[in-house]
Nanobody
């Protein structure tokens, strides 16, 4: 069955770094666009970063541009989110998403908590 398993979240001080990983299984990873979303308490889920299936083009929310980097390793069925210069407002549950719009497929992970606090 399809699984997206996030890891790498935790507590970090402002200005620190974390790297999130999302291990995928049960579908053809290389054919899917991969994204990271986040949801803070009392707020709607928002797109943080996306990387395409072909060519690996990336796009970022304005709030994280220059600080976060999304990447993928198709050989390992894994997508990463490198987060640098973290701010308290980055605190949220981060979710991994796999999407193949042409097939109407949309998968979500269970989320990993990121807390930025001193």
């Amino acid at each position: 069955q399809v699984q997206l398993v996030e890891s790498g979240g935790g507590l970090v001080q402002p200005g620190g770094s974390l790297r999130l990983s999302c291990l995928a299984s049960g579908f053809t990873f290389s054919s899917y666009a991969m994204s990271w979303y986040r949801q803070a308490p009392g707020k709607e889920r928002e797109l943080v970063a996306i990387i395409t299936s072909v060519g690996g083009s990336t796009n970022y929310a304005d709030s994280v541009k220059g600080r976060f980097t999304i990447s993928r390793d198709n050989a390992k069925n894994t997508v990463y989110l490198q987060m640098n210069s973290l701010k308290p407002e980055d605190t949220a549950v981060y979710y991994c998403n796999a999407r193949r719009s042409s097939l109407g497929r949309d998968y979500w992970g269970q989320g990993t908590q990121v807390t930025v606090s001193s």
